[in-house]
C-alpha cells in the first residue's frame, strides 16, 4: 500500500525531520528516541512497543519498556510518530512538519497501514469540533478493510 521505492531515504528522511524539529523546539532527541524512530520507519508498517524492545534489546543491554514507551510518548507528542490505537502500535509520521491530522487505511489481511490526508475531512471534523465546543488536539481516524493487493476479485 505504501509508495516507498527507496526505503533508506525513507528512514533518513524521518531522522533528519526530527532533528529539525527537536533542534527548532529546543528538544532533546536523545539516541533511545533517535533507535525507537528508526525502528518505527524500519519497516513502513505499524510496530508494537514491545517489537521496538525486542529490537532495541539486541542494540543496546538493560532497556525496560518504560524507556520504550516514554521515548514513543515523545515521538508521538512532537508529531514525529502516530499511535494506532486498534492495533495498540506505532507508524512514522510521513510529514511532521505539515500538519498533524492523518487517517490511515490499514488492512486487515497484511497489517499494513498506509497514511492519507484529506484537508476537507479535517475541515468536517473541525466544523464539528467547533459546533461542539471541543477543541481538538490530535486526530487521528483508523480505516479498517483490505488492501488492493490483499483483496483480489
Known sequence: M???TAHSNCIATAL??????CT????RFTDIRRNVLELVWTNHGP???YDILERLDSRIA???????Y???????ENGLVHKLDSLNAFAGCSHP???????????TQCGEAKECCNTALSE?????????????RHTTLEISGECGECHKP
Open 2 to 4: 505504501h509508495n516507498c
Open 70 to 76: 516514554r521515548a514513543l510518548d515523545f515521538l508521538v
Open 124 to 136: 468536517v471534523i473541525s466544523v464539528i469540533a467547533s459546533d461542539n465546543k471541543f477543541q481538538v
Open 16 to 21: 533528519a525531520e526530527a532533528e529539525e524539529i
Open 62 to 68: 538493560a532497556i525496560k519498556p518504560p524507556t520504550v
Open 97 to 107: 512538519l505539515k500538519h498533524r491530522e492523518c487517517y490511515f487505511l490499514i488492512c
Open 47 to 49: 510496530i508494537k512497543a
Open 24 to 27: 527548532a523546539n529546543d528538544l
